[in-house]
């Protein structure tokens, strides 16, 4: 994940949450914008990853399956 603005000086890894599974990344399909990833979150942790969004402009989309 990243967050604009930075909240930190440089690039830090940090997890949030334990058993996200990355799937792919989507690249942008218009110049200039971040590429996508799509990772596997278990249900009962999704509030946690939501909670990141306070530090910036994160976006989550949920998809069923």
């Known amino acids: 994940m990243a967050w604009d603005p930075p909240v930190a000086p440089k690039a830090t890894v940090e997890r949030l949450i334990d058993r996200v599974i990355y799937e792919r990344t989507i690249l942008p399909t218009i110049p200039g914008e971040a ?27 949920m998809l069923d399956g």
């Open 35 to 61: 590429p996508v990833a799509v990772i596997l979150v278990p249900e009962g942790k999704v509030d946690e990853l939501m909670w990141g969004d306070r530090y910036g402009s994160l976006s989550v989309a």
